[in-house]
């Protein structure tokens, strides 16, 4: 069965203070990797696709990375207005319909 | 254009009551989906559309019953549902079902009294 673990559940920095967000996931093959950032109450907007290892995508202050079995979102001198829960979802290869497993995500909050 | 819109934003119902949830997107995605996401929970899967044909269906109850009109239009239809089923319903939508990210809509806050 398939498996995303976002760690850790809850993130507080200050205002400036980089850090790293994890997700590992079991598949049996991996098809793409995607982060979302939701905010409350909010549906989940799209930050990034990664499909293969080794591959890097980078937007503002974010930028995520892939292995063969994890993904890293690096928050890079974050902003109060980064804070927000983020979301990360595996489509495996031989999932019908497009289906995404989503992790529990991470609550980050950041601090002026 | 991102945009995927759902009405109503907040919808409150009785258990007996039927009603339903509208999502629209034109963007010419041809995969289109409905999420349930309870609080501090992730979203999960209900059902997905592809070319405006059910696709899949994830176990889920009878008093949900999705429809896709076209190829810009999904409805859930609500009927006896139960406290319980009070959740963030999320609309999204993709190119295709493979290999494509999805884009959501903000969601329609439901509660069931």
């Known amino acids: 069965e398939d498996q995303v673990t976002q760690s850790p559940e809850a993130l507080r920095l200050q205002e400036g203070e980089s850090s790293s967000l994890n997700c590992s996931y079991t598949v049996s093959g991996l098809r793409g990797l995607f982060w979302y950032r939701q905010d409350p109450g909010k549906g989940p907007e799209f930050l990034f696709t990664l499909y293969s290892a080794g591959e890097e995508k980078e937007k503002e202050r974010l930028k995520a990375t892939l292995t063969k079995k994890e993904s890293f979102l690096h928050i890079t001198a974050p902003k109060p207005e980064d804070s927000a829960t983020y979301l990360c979802?595996?489509?495996?290869?031989?999932?019908?319909?497009?289906?995404?497993?989503f992790g529990g995500g991470t609550r980050v909050l950041v601090k002026p | 254009d991102t945009e995927v819109t759902q009405t109503p934003k907040h919808l409150v119902m009785g258990m007996t009551n039927k009603k339903s949830l509208k999502c629209e997107q034109h963007m010419g995605h041809r995969a289109m989906y409905w999420y349930k996401q309870k609080a501090k929970k992730p979203p999960e899967l209900m059902f997905v559309?592809?070319?405006?044909?059910?696709?899949i269906n994830e176990s889920v109850p009878s008093r949900f019953s999705p429809e896709c009109p076209n190829s810009s239009l999904l409805n859930l239809h609500l009927h006896a549902l139960q406290p319980e089923d009070s959740a963030l319903y999320l609309c999204?939508?993709?190119?295709?079902?493979?290999?494509?990210?999805?884009?959501f809509g903000q969601g329609t806050r439901l509660t069931v009294v």
């Open positions: 999204a939508s993709s190119r295709s079902t493979v290999n494509t990210e999805a884009f």
């Open positions: 559309y592809s070319y405006e044909k059910l696709s």
């Open positions: 979802a595996v489509q495996e290869t031989k999932a019908a319909g497009n289906k995404l497993t």
